[in-house]
């Protein structure tokens, strides 16, 4: 009961946690494909969101499944918030997700779910949460971390363990390890040519005979649309500014 009290107040602590302007938007969790994936139908389209600052076990590794079941119980089918980080190689739109006061990603870790994906923290100034609260989960021996210590390869490592990646025990890892493996600026992450990462992820297109069209995230064009700013393209945080700006939504 103790942990469950301190983890409402924290999860409703993180409400602030948002950087100013950021960008919000809401939809519907149609499909959970994993403990850090799923499928949301936004008022423009369905989209594949991948949480932020989180890796769960991946399905075929132990506690995959477990994870998966875990979050479809807490958001399957429900109406949730996306504050979007940036869209990445796969087209997927990583993102906090909000159920209501409750911050998702935050909440997988803190339940013992997933990891602190901790390469990819530090777009928000309270990243270190995530690292405090696996280090929580890790010590009550929540979720994954009940497993035996050589079933808890991390994600990360999992995924190219074909490749020679060592297995790292984190049994011993603290909090201070985890921040400090937090990157201090934004990840090199690839980007197919003409893909911004940041809040404005509206691409405003100028098509033949200059007809200037924006394509918001999960629409039928948005994925094949790239943006060359040199031909006066441009990138838009809202549609209102896109409408503003002299650009329009597709007829179709």
């Given at each position: 009961m103790r942990f469950l009290l301190l983890l409402s107040c924290l999860v409703l602590?993180?409400?602030a946690c948002a950087r100013d302007g950021d960008?919000?938007?809401?939809?519907?969790v149609t499909r959970v494909t994993d403990g850090d994936t799923a499928q949301v139908k936004l008022r423009s389209g369905a989209i594949t969101v991948r949480f932020y600052g989180i890796d769960a076990p991946e399905k075929n590794q132990p506690y995959g499944?477990?994870?998966?079941?875990?979050?479809?119980?807490?958001?399957?089918?429900?109406?949730?918030?996306?504050?979007p980080v940036e869209q990445d190689r796969y087209d997927r739109l990583v993102a906090v997700v909000m159920l209501g006061e409750r911050n998702v990603n935050l909440d997988m870790v803190a339940r013992g779910n997933a990891w602190a994906f901790r390469q990819y923290?530090?777009?928000?100034?309270?990243?270190?949460?995530?690292?405090?609260?696996?280090?929580?989960?890790?010590?009550?021996?929540?979720?994954?971390?009940?497993s035996a210590g050589n079933k808890r390869h991390a994600p990360w490592e999992w995924r190219h363990r074909d490749r020679g990646v060592p297995y790292t025990s984190y049994d011993g890892s603290t909090v201070?390890?985890?921040v400090a493996a937090i990157r201090a600026e934004p990840a090199s992450v690839p980007m197919p040519p003409g893909r911004?990462?940041?809040d404005c992820l509206i691409k405003g297109n100028i098509g033949s005979g200059g007809k200037r069209i924006y394509h918001v995230?999960?629409?039928?064009?948005?994925?094949?649309?790239?943006?060359d700013e040199s031909k006066g393209e441009r990138w838009f945080c809202s549609e209102e500014e896109a409408r503003a700006a002299g650009w329009r939504a597709p007829r179709n």
């Open positions: 602590s993180l409400v960008t919000v938007l809401r939809g519907t499944m477990d994870a998966a079941s875990a979050l479809r119980q807490l958001i399957g089918g429900k109406v949730v918030d996306l504050i923290l530090g777009e928000f100034r309270d990243d270190r949460h995530y690292c405090e609260w696996e280090a929580k989960a890790r010590d009550q021996q929540l979720g994954l971390w009940r201070a390890d985890c911004k990462s940041g995230p999960g629409s039928a064009s948005y994925a094949d649309t790239r943006i």
